[in-house]
């Protein structure tokens, strides 16, 4: 008999299980994760990216939570004096934007960013120019420059996540969850692959892009699918000055520093839905090199040396993470589904908040009700990302 079953062990299900185990549940819970290496997780496949850059006031708050874990991680989550470096780089997120719809929307978001305690300065062209002199900015209007935001390794959180986790008690069992058992309303066990079946008193499905097959089996709906994203590795002869993630808003091109290069993530617009391992070289060449030789022109000579493909757990309703019980379901069954992107910054306070919300009742530190599963039913998304005026 386990207390909690936590599904999937992965940046979100780790994180959770550190959490339980700060709260002594370490005894109580058990993550079923059927693959240590990782090889299709999300976790290891992210840009690795923390913003305050966000408009929902939840989403600013769980990222804020994030730097502080993230900003200690190493000395947090050593385990008998060897501590867990992440490699985080502060070197800042800046959103460009051109025109009157870019300047409206970044200038709103700023001011509930500032209201919120996120340090965020708000740049002219000028201001651009002088802070980072290869970039093309003749049709930049405004930009939202966050000095404090930056990147780190994904798969070395994840797994600094897990080993503190397992050095505190918690159990990884290498299994996977292919169905339940209910009664009066309750998951009363999760069935393993193995044949084994683990009687439960509460289940968190963090199985990420495979989460929303394990709701279907329980009859819970949710708007969330596998979305390919693909990541190219390029280098340049040239050295630039220091470059933050570079994103503009209204055009789809982003860029960050990774070690001797670059890295560029993008989704094509016409991406369907589902797993797909591929990646397209022709889709870097005819799409995402000549938004990245506009905006930086040394970038023209680029050469790219990597690439792969990962896949967002896109939430096709209002691209923002779905956390908590299923008001009006299956009681004891909790989900951290559809991050959309987020996951990464947001699995400190998620871990945290969804350990509250098993031990407790409710939260306790960030209240996350608004982030629930009820706005899916009740059809009120939560909107984030640039409002468009
Ligand atoms: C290309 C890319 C770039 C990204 N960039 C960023 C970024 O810059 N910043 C950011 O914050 N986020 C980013 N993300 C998102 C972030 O990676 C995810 O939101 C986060 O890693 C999700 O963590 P997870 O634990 O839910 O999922 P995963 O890491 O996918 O873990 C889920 C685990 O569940 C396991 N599992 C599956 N089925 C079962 C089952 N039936 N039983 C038991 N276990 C099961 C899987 O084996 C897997 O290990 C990015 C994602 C991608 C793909």
Redesign the pocket.
Known sequence: MAKIVI?????????TAYHLALAGHASDTVV????PT?E????????????QLFTIPENIRMAQY?HEIYGQFETLMAVDGDPAPIDFHRMGYLWLGSGKTDVDALMANWRVQTAHDARIELLDRKGVQHRFPSMRVDDIDIAAYSPDDG?MD?YSV?MGFRRKAASLGIRYLK????DFEVASKRVAAVR??SGERLVADSVVN??????P??CERLGMKIPVYPMR???FYFEIREKLEPMP?TRHISKNVSFRPQGAGYIS?NTRYDEPPGFNWDVDYDYFDEAIWPGLAERVPAFEALKVTGA??????QNSFDNN?ILGSWVGGIENFYI??G?????????PAVGRGLSELLLHGAYQTLDLTRMGYQRILEGSALSDEVPKA
């Open positions: 599904i999937g062990g992965g940046v979100i299900g780790s994180s079923i994760e059927p693959d990782y299709f997780a999300a976790s290891p496949r992210a840009t690795g990216g923390i913003r994030g990147y994904p994840l299994d996977r969850v292919v393993l692959e963090a199985a990420n892009c495979w989460g097959e394990l994203r693909l990541t993630l993530g792969w493909a990962g896949h967002y757990d993470a951290a589904l991050f959309s992107g987020h996951g990464l910054m947001q699995a």
